[in-house]
């Protein structure tokens, strides 16, 4: 089959090589030029991801060990520590190098690479994708995978009736303005990385971490709305007043990147379509890691294609099918927890974090990059004892921690034979809970 990929994200990657592999004639668009691709920093990664994948390791060089996550509560010293999973460690592995891994895989097998080619529109028949206009020129194809993004134009553009969802709202979305800086000489090294919930007041997130890799300071701010270039400097401010080894000097300036903070499309996939990685908001919710789960997916769309030699939406659901049995349905479940933990008041959410109502038990699986989250949730119905002193907040906890788990059920049982008519009442339910 001839397989066109837009964009070269993780996802696309790791679907392109096994595609490949597999004897079908795949090409990679992708409109930044070769030398631009990955990001100058590290990201966490579980390095189980690539043995279960069949893919070598990163190198050692390119990697260090994770330490453990410090969530800091808003104006308070609350802290709730999430320590690694022993059995699955967490390392940050540099961006480039991953890229590069991938990349040379793929071309291992034979994918051709365009870099600097912008893919323009799709081509239609009707509800049936048949490729994709690149330059003005259309090119044909078996089947696209859209692996360009979460403010992906394609899905946007995809007919009403194909049941897709356009665009994610902007509560969906985290904007993420990231920088590596210098280390002022002297200061006391962080035992743990910092993480600011409800950063600056606002609905988001800050973070400090030494980087021992690069002996530099990794600094990050999220928000959940367009952040401006002011709001972005609040928040350094802020996070350099908690952590003074961070010096004002900026090695890497890094500009403002979106990242999906919500549950999966209802719908990924089309009559010669599918998404994959941040198109398909495949991201974990809470944190937005995203590359174990796209590169997961990349593999299971790859593996549908290759067993069933087809891509009418009946064969394709089948992936849809495997990514929220293995990994959408916990993804969803810990969207809810998030839109819940983000709307609370910064007092309530001071008393959950300080009288240990949420834990590191609640939220570790969330902070595994990548591996399928193991939810943990149900443990805090145990802490009714501490939950007497805020009645009413507990019973909104355990509202939504029920409702949670009646999203998950109901994701994992997404219908494992595609009718138009039976898959668009599980999507809209699924939807439904998000409202
Ligand atoms: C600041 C930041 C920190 C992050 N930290 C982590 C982390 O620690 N751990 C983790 O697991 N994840 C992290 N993520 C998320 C992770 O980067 C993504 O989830 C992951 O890379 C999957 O992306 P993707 O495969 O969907 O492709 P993307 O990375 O979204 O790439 C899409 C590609 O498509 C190309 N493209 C777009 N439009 C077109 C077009 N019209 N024609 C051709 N090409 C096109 C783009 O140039 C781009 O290369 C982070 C993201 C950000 C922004």
């Known amino acids: 089959m001839k397989i066109i990929i837009i964009g070269a994200g993780e996802g696309g990657l790791t679907a392109a090589y096994e595609l490949a592999k597999n004897n079908h004639d795949v090409t990679i668009y992708e409109k930044a030029p070769r030398e631009n691709l990955g990001y100058d920093w590290n990201d966490t990664i579980s390095l189980s991801t690539f043995g279960d994948l069949g893919i070598p390791q990163p190198d050692l060089k390119y990697c260090v060990p994770k330490r453990d996550w410090v969530l800091i509560a808003p104006d308070s010293d609350a802290e709730v520590r999430i320590p690694q999973n022993p059995a699955i460690p967490d390392f940050r592995v540099q961006r480039r190098h991953l890229k590069d891994l991938l990349i040379g895989r793929a071309e291992e097998v034979g994918v051709k690479f365009l870099f600097r080619h912008t893919v323009d529109r799709l081509i239609f028949d009707g509800l049936s994708v048949k490729g994709a206009i690149v330059g003005s020129l259309p090119i044909f194809a078996d089947l696209v995978i859209d692996a360009s993004g979460v403010f992906s134009p394609f899905r946007a553009s995809l007919p009403r009736n194909a049941g897709f969802t356009a665009m994610p709202s902007t509560k969906e979305v985290f904007y993420s303005y990231r920088a590596i800086c210098g280390v002022n000489e002297g200061e006391k090294l962080p035992e743990y990385f910092h993480c600011y919930v409800k950063c600056i007041g606002k609905i988001a997130i800050g973070w400090y971490i030494y980087d021992e890799m690069t002996g530099l300071s990794d600094v990050m701010f999220c928000m959940s709305e367009r952040l401006s270039e002011s709001e972005a400097q609040e928040a350094f401010a802020f996070i350099r007043k908690k952590n003074p080894i961070l010096a004002d000097n900026v090695v890497v300036n890094g500009k403002i990147i979106p990242i999906p903070v919500r549950y999966p499309a209802s719908k990924f996939v089309l009559d010669g379509y599918a998404l994959v990685g941040d198109s398909a908001f495949m991201t974990m919710p809470l944190m937005g890691s995203g590359i174990g789960p796209s590169m997961r997916a990349g593999k299971m769309l790859a593996d549908t294609v290759n067993e069933k030699n087809s891509v009418t939406t009946e064969s394709l659901w089948d992936y849809q099918v495997k990514f929220f049995t293995e990994i959408g349905s916990k993804h969803v479940q810990i969207d809810i927890f998030k839109r819940w933990l983000l709307s609370v008041k910064e007092k309530d959410l001071k008393?959950?974090?300080?009288?240990?109502?949420?834990?590191?038990?609640?939220?570790?699986?969330?902070?595994?990059?990548?591996?399928?989250?193991?939810?943990?949730?149900?443990?805090?119905?145990?802490?009714?004892?501490?939950?007497?002193?805020?009645?009413?907040?507990?019973?909104?906890?355990?509202?939504?921690?029920?409702?949670?788990?009646?999203?998950?059920?109901?994701?994992?049982?997404?219908?494992?034979?595609?009718?138009?008519?039976?898959?668009?009442?599980?999507?809209?339910?699924?939807?439904?809970?998000?409202?």
């Not at 802490?383 to 007497?388: N, P």
């Not at 949670?404 to 439904?432: E, F, R, V």
């Open 351 to 435: 008393f959950l974090m300080e009288s240990g109502i949420i834990t590191e038990k609640d939220i570790n699986a969330a902070a595994e990059a990548g591996a399928a989250p193991k939810i943990s949730f149900y443990d805090i119905l145990q802490k009714i004892g501490i939950a007497s002193r805020n009645i009413v907040l507990f019973s909104k906890l355990g509202k939504m921690l029920l409702i949670g788990k009646t999203a998950m059920d109901h994701a994992a049982a997404i219908p494992t034979k595609y009718n138009p008519k039976t898959a668009a009442a599980w999507s809209k339910k699924l939807d439904d809970f998000m409202i």
